[in-house]
């Protein structure tokens, strides 16, 4: 599988080390609130699974599944929820962990989808984002590293629903593609 990659953004080094530095900052921030982390499926399990885990404490966590309209392209910014949260968020402080933001139309919807539910607060942890390619202005409060705008797959980010499981985030030889 690793023959695929063309070429390695981040190692697993680099991206473990980054989640912990989040994850204190996290710690540091809602000392004494109410966190409840929200994850997107299906990318963003690995940066939860370890992002919890670093954590210093513990925090619950609930899963939205979503899906775009229209054109099929998942930078539609209309977005069908298929699994909503399990839990009333009324009251709560609410931190959206995703894998990674390109557009921004996805975690946009998903923001004001969340507060229109009267939560104490909503904030956004990615583990990457593509600056060059935003098409809305969003706020972040957590960025694991800004990266080009290439395609890249591995940690959570698949391919046609592969490369998930790779340790690394990396971009993928053109002859895959073919
Ligand atoms: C990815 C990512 C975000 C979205 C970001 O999900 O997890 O949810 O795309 O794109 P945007 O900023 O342009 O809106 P994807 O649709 O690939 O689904 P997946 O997490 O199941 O792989």
């Known amino acids: 599988m690793g023959n695929d990659l063309q070429k390695v953004l981040l190692t697993e080094d680099e ?63 209309v977005v069908r929820i298929i699994k909503d949260l399990d839990t009333d968020i009324t009251g709560r402080h609410v931190l959206i962990v995703e894998d990674i933001i390109d557009s921004g139309l996805t975690l946009s919807w998903i923001r004001s989808n969340l507060e229109s539910r009267s939560p104490a607060s909503v904030e956004i942890c990615t583990l990457l984002r593509k600056p060059e390619v935003a098409k809305v202005e969003i706020d972040v409060r957590y960025v694991g590293f800004d990266i080009p705008n290439e395609f890249v797959v591995g940690y959570g980010l698949d391919y046609a629903e592969k490369y998930r499981n790779l340790r690394v985030v990396g971009t993928l030889n053109p002859s895959v593609y073919s």
Do not use: C, F, H
């Open 15 to 77: 991206i473990l080390a980054r989640i912990q530095e989040m994850a204190t900052d996290i710690w540091r921030d809602y000392k004494g609130k109410d966190l409840l982390l929200v994850g997107v499926l299906k990318g963003a399990i690995l940066v939860m699974a370890d992002l919890m885990r670093a954590l210093p404490g513990t925090a619950p966590m609930d899963w939205m599944a979503i899906s775009s309209y229209g054109s099929g392209t998942k930078s539609s910014g």
